[in-house]
Every structure is written in C-alpha cells, then in structure tokens.
C-alpha cells in the first residue's frame, strides 16, 4: 500500500505549549520507530514499538517526551512544555519487523518559538 | 549502546570518479547495516543494505563492504553521476538503529 505518511507536515509552536505529531505506518509493519534529526545531523534514534508495546524508549531525551501507538498501527509522539531545543524535523519509519529495513516518511518539521 | 562513525563528512568528486564512504561500528552484535540517501528537505530513502552474514553486496554502481572483525563497513559508488549529490547515512542495527552522522556528497559535472 502506501508508504509511512506523517502529519503535519509543519508545525509551529510557542515555547512551554504542547504538540502532538502522527504518523501512520505501511500497512502490516509490525515494528514502529521514532527519530529526531537536527540540521546537519543523523537521524536519532527516540523510541521504538514493537506492535502496542515500546519495546525500546531509551532514545527519548526527557520525561516531556511520550509517544503511544494503542491498537498496534499509527502512533503519536507528544512533546509537553515545548522548548526552543526541541525545533528539529521528527522522523517517522516502520517496518515488518525487528531488524528488518525501514522505511520512513517524509517527516513533521517543528519549531519551536 | 552502538556507536557509528562515519567519513568523510564531506565528499567532492568529479563526475565519472569513484566515491568511497566509511563506518565503523561500536556493538559487535549488530547485524544489519543499512545506507540511506537523503536529498536536501527530503526523507532518507535506502539505497543499500547487507547482513552480517555477507561480505559484500552490489547493486549496478553501488556496492558495500562488510568487515565484521573490523567492526566497518563501506558504500562504494562507481560513476559518479551529479544526480548522486546528496547526503549518505549509514546505520547500524541490533535492537535498533543508530546512524553515522552523514556524508555530504557532491558530484561536480
């Protein structure tokens, strides 16, 4: 089907507000993966599902940072009291499983004011 | 956790030439290495990935190399064309995946 999409595509926010971004992954990958890249930088890695579960959330840089996916499919990462430092673009991927390729989606560019 | 270094940070070679990139990998029990292409604004796209179980893989003008002793792996792309501009991450994957900090490659015509 598709590829992994992720909205929005911008946004921007003021500093202290809370965000929410989505993405939704290819349909029938099982394993979910956030990251953050700044300019000039690699993707970081933040947190990883495995269906419902977070198997691995050991990227997420503070407790501001959340991130669900309850039925197994699209996901949400949530930012509380937004800071400047946290302007960066949030990269969702999925693929079939753990360790195999994956792909990712275009990104939700956020800056924060 | 695994620690990926990439070289050069950056690239310059003239079209037709050979470009070579390098990494090196920290967890000796990561066992698949991915290389993504990423153009300016865009999502990193894959343009090439081996196993562990693998020394090499080719695909047309692209190839990698894997050295799991030396814990480094290489992307190789012969014949250069300008539309390979673009900056190239490798990764390393165990539980999950951690990239190189990029090369940017630039492919004057």
């Known amino acids: 089907g598709a590829g992994v999409s992720q909205t929005p595509s911008n946004k921007v926010t003021e500093k202290g507000k809370y965000v929410e971004l989505r993405c939704d992954p290819i349909?029938?990958?099982?394993?979910l993966y956030w990251y953050r890249q700044s300019l000039g930088q690699g993707p970081e890695f933040l947190i990883y599902f495995q269906g419902t579960g977070a198997a691995d959330d050991s990227g997420l840089p503070n407790d501001r940072f959340f991130a669900v996916r309850p039925e197994g499919s699209v996901s949400t990462l949530k930012i509380q009291r937004t800071e400047r430092g946290d302007s960066a673009v949030y990269l969702c991927?999925?693929?079939?499983?753990?360790?195999?390729?994956?792909?990712f989606g275009p990104g939700t560019r956020l800056l924060v004011l | 956790g695994e620690n990926v270094e990439q070289h050069p940070s950056t690239l310059s070679v003239q079209e037709g030439d050979s470009a070579v990139i390098k990494c090196t990998y920290s967890d000796s029990a990561s066992n698949y290495f991915p290389w993504y292409k990423q153009e300016l604004g865009k999502r990193p796209q894959l343009i090439i990935d081996i196993r562990s179980n693998v020394g090499e893989k080719k695909d047309q003008r692209i190839a990698v190399t894997l050295n799991k002793t030396a814990k480094h792996f290489s992307l190789h792309i012969t014949e250069t064309q300008p539309e390979d501009s673009a900056v190239y991450f490798c990764?390393?994957?165990?539980?999950?995946?951690?990239f190189g900090a990029g090369t940017r490659l630039t492919v004057k015509p």
């Open positions: 991927a999925s693929s079939l499983g753990k360790g195999e390729t994956q792909y």
């Open positions: 349909s029938g990958h099982t394993a």
């Open positions: 990764a390393a994957v165990n539980n999950d995946m951690r």
